[in-house]
Protein backbone atom coordinates (compact mmCIF):
# COMPACT_ATOMS: atom_id res chain seq x y z
CA UNK A 1 0.00 0.00 0.00
CA UNK A 2 1.36 3.25 -1.01
CA UNK A 3 1.69 6.17 1.70
CA UNK A 4 -1.15 8.49 2.16
CA UNK A 5 -3.41 5.10 1.32
CA UNK A 6 -5.86 3.57 4.02
CA UNK A 7 -6.88 0.56 2.17
CA UNK A 8 -10.20 1.04 3.72
CA UNK A 9 -12.65 0.36 1.03
CA UNK A 10 -15.68 3.04 1.22
CA UNK A 11 -19.18 1.09 2.02
CA UNK A 12 -21.01 0.46 -1.29
CA UNK A 13 -23.84 -1.99 -0.03
CA UNK A 14 -26.98 -0.68 -1.58
CA UNK A 15 -29.28 -3.55 0.49
CA UNK A 16 -30.99 -1.40 2.95
CA UNK A 17 -30.17 -2.73 6.37
CA UNK A 18 -33.77 -3.17 8.14
CA UNK A 19 -35.92 -5.95 6.92
CA UNK A 20 -38.77 -4.71 6.48
CA UNK A 21 -41.43 -7.57 7.09
CA UNK A 22 -44.02 -8.37 3.88
CA UNK A 23 -47.56 -6.34 4.00
CA UNK A 24 -50.59 -7.72 3.22
CA UNK A 25 -53.95 -6.53 1.06
CA UNK A 26 -57.11 -6.69 2.78
CA UNK A 27 -59.61 -6.91 0.12
CA UNK A 28 -63.05 -5.97 0.72
CA UNK A 29 -65.45 -8.36 -1.69
CA UNK A 30 -68.82 -7.31 -2.84
CA UNK A 31 -71.71 -9.40 -2.64
CA UNK A 32 -75.59 -9.56 -3.61
CA UNK A 33 -76.84 -8.89 -0.11
CA UNK A 34 -75.14 -6.99 2.99
CA UNK A 35 -77.33 -3.78 3.09
CA UNK A 36 -74.68 -0.76 1.83
CA UNK A 37 -75.02 0.81 5.05
CA UNK A 38 -73.95 -2.04 6.88
CA UNK A 39 -70.64 -2.40 5.02
CA UNK A 40 -70.02 1.81 5.73
CA UNK A 41 -70.13 0.79 9.30
CA UNK A 42 -67.78 -2.06 9.95
CA UNK A 43 -65.36 -0.28 7.31
CA UNK A 44 -65.71 2.74 9.93
CA UNK A 45 -65.37 0.77 12.79
CA UNK A 46 -62.36 -1.99 11.92
CA UNK A 47 -60.67 -0.08 9.45
CA UNK A 48 -61.12 3.18 11.53
CA UNK A 49 -62.39 5.30 8.11
CA UNK A 50 -64.37 8.50 8.04
CA UNK A 51 -67.72 8.09 6.59
CA UNK A 52 -66.28 9.70 3.02
CA UNK A 53 -63.92 7.33 2.81
CA UNK A 54 -66.26 4.46 3.96
CA UNK A 55 -68.82 4.88 1.34
CA UNK A 56 -66.51 6.14 -1.31
CA UNK A 57 -64.84 1.78 -0.66
CA UNK A 58 -68.07 0.26 -0.54
CA UNK A 59 -68.64 1.99 -3.76
CA UNK A 60 -66.03 0.74 -5.32
CA UNK A 61 -66.37 -2.98 -4.07
CA UNK A 62 -70.23 -2.36 -5.32
CA UNK A 63 -69.48 -1.63 -8.67
CA UNK A 64 -65.94 -3.38 -9.41
CA UNK A 65 -66.67 -6.35 -7.26
CA UNK A 66 -63.63 -5.61 -5.27
CA UNK A 67 -61.83 -3.05 -3.43
CA UNK A 68 -58.37 -3.10 -1.60
CA UNK A 69 -58.83 -1.64 1.47
CA UNK A 70 -55.46 -1.35 3.07
CA UNK A 71 -52.22 -2.76 3.72
CA UNK A 72 -50.82 -4.00 7.23
CA UNK A 73 -48.78 -6.67 8.54
CA UNK A 74 -49.74 -10.25 8.36
CA UNK A 75 -51.08 -11.23 11.89
CA UNK A 76 -52.97 -7.33 11.75
CA UNK A 77 -54.06 -7.73 7.95
CA UNK A 78 -55.38 -11.23 8.99
CA UNK A 79 -57.33 -10.17 12.03
CA UNK A 80 -59.32 -7.25 10.92
CA UNK A 81 -60.43 -9.31 8.16
CA UNK A 82 -61.72 -11.99 10.15
CA UNK A 83 -63.26 -9.70 12.58
CA UNK A 84 -64.94 -7.44 9.60
CA UNK A 85 -66.28 -10.91 8.12
CA UNK A 86 -67.30 -11.85 11.84
CA UNK A 87 -69.38 -8.60 12.14
CA UNK A 88 -71.18 -9.51 8.97
CA UNK A 89 -71.36 -12.93 10.06
CA UNK A 90 -72.94 -12.44 13.06
CA UNK A 91 -75.88 -10.51 11.29
CA UNK A 92 -76.36 -13.28 8.91
CA UNK A 93 -74.58 -11.39 5.79
CA UNK A 94 -72.14 -13.19 3.76
CA UNK A 95 -69.90 -9.97 3.79
CA UNK A 96 -66.37 -11.02 2.94
CA UNK A 97 -62.97 -9.81 3.72
CA UNK A 98 -60.08 -11.38 1.72
CA UNK A 99 -56.15 -11.03 2.43
CA UNK A 100 -53.40 -11.38 -0.38
CA UNK A 101 -49.54 -10.85 0.03
CA UNK A 102 -48.66 -7.66 -1.75
N1 LIG B 1 -73.81 -4.95 -3.26
C1 LIG B 1 -74.44 -4.69 -1.97
C2 LIG B 1 -75.85 -4.20 -2.17
O1 LIG B 1 -76.22 -3.84 -3.27
C3 LIG B 1 -73.66 -3.65 -1.15
C4 LIG B 1 -72.24 -4.08 -0.92
C5 LIG B 1 -71.21 -3.23 -1.30
C6 LIG B 1 -71.94 -5.31 -0.37
C7 LIG B 1 -69.87 -3.61 -1.10
C8 LIG B 1 -70.62 -5.71 -0.17
O2 LIG B 1 -68.31 -5.21 -0.35
C9 LIG B 1 -69.60 -4.84 -0.54
N2 LIG B 1 -76.64 -4.18 -1.11
Not at 4 to 29: D, E, F, H, M, S
Not at 39 to 49: C, G, N, T, W
Not at 59 to 66: E, F
Request: charged share 25%; hydrophobic share 40%.
Amino acid sequence: MSKGQTGIRPRTATRANTARPPLYKVILLNDDFTPREFVVQVLKAVFRMNATHAEQVMLTAHQKGVCVIAVYAKDIAETKAKEATELGKAQGYPLFFMTEKE
